[in-house]
């Protein structure tokens, strides 16, 4: 029974994730001063001709109507076509979220791989130099907003040590500068997050009881220490990955990469409704399922989670 429930929780709640988002997303675009028809007018726009682009594509209507049609079409999802360029709006999203996709989970994979030694060496040996230098070198990196620190690797190994490409997506070492900008700062926040748990984990009675009975370390803390640390950071863990989609939207900016973000902000500047609340549509479901998968893995992680039924159930 409780995998039916577990199951029908799963869905249930990014279906209503998804809902809640695009629908609030539809009624502040629709309530927020000027439309689209007098984007594409222009300054100085006939009002004959706004009124008819207004016709066309339906924004005339109550709102209400707006919102049934819009609710309608996303259902089959069809999210329209762009005012601008009279192309699918999921046609163009498909196009551009990979890119976006393959940057976002590029950066957290190597902000995984340099977090997770790092916290270790400086948890286990909290007094020593080198790890506080790589706290401070932490701090210094969480602090910086992104977007400078982008200009700053742009600027040092793409203009005064020009050894890495600073545009286009010709190789992959047009991504190395946008993934390493994502990717530093988040490992940051993972390293001191881990580093904390790691340093409580060690404390505990059973870690100390198992140094004594002389388990190997290396054992002892990749096996104990480091997997019982995991699920303190899972959520945060996981919020990184919320943080590190919304760096990539700027990120794309500054090395003007084509990606989902670039494709956003052009049309909110536009105000390309079909567009937008696509890519809103995505960005939700895309959140909605991270967390869910978040919630299974952390399930799985820690078996205190459990229920006495999901106990039973493994026996």
Known sequence: MWRLTNIGLSIIRPLLTVFITISVVFFILRLLPGDPAEVLGGIGGEPDAIARTQQRYGLQQPIGRQYGNYLGRILILDFGKSYFTNQSALQLIVERLPLTLGLMFSSFLVSLLVALPL????????????????AGIGKIALAIPEFWLGLLLALLFAVW???????????????ILPVATLALSR?????YLLRE???KERQK?????????????????IHWLLKNSLPAILPIATLQLGYLFGGAVIIEQLFALPGFGRLLIGALQVRDYPIIEGSTACIALLFAIIGMLADLLHLAIDPRLRTKEQIQSLV
């Open 187 to 191: 490992a940051a926040a993972l390293i």
């Open 205 to 221: 009675q059973y870690s100390i009881a198992a140094y004594l009975w002389g388990i190997p370390r290396w054992h002892l803390r």
């Open 161 to 175: 040590i020009p050894i890495l490409p600073l545009f286009g997506t010709d190789s992959i070492s047009h991504f």
């Open 119 to 134: 916290s270790l060496l400086t948890a286990l040996s909290p007094t020593l130099w080198w790890s506080r230098i790589i």
């Open 197 to 199: 748990a790691i340093i």
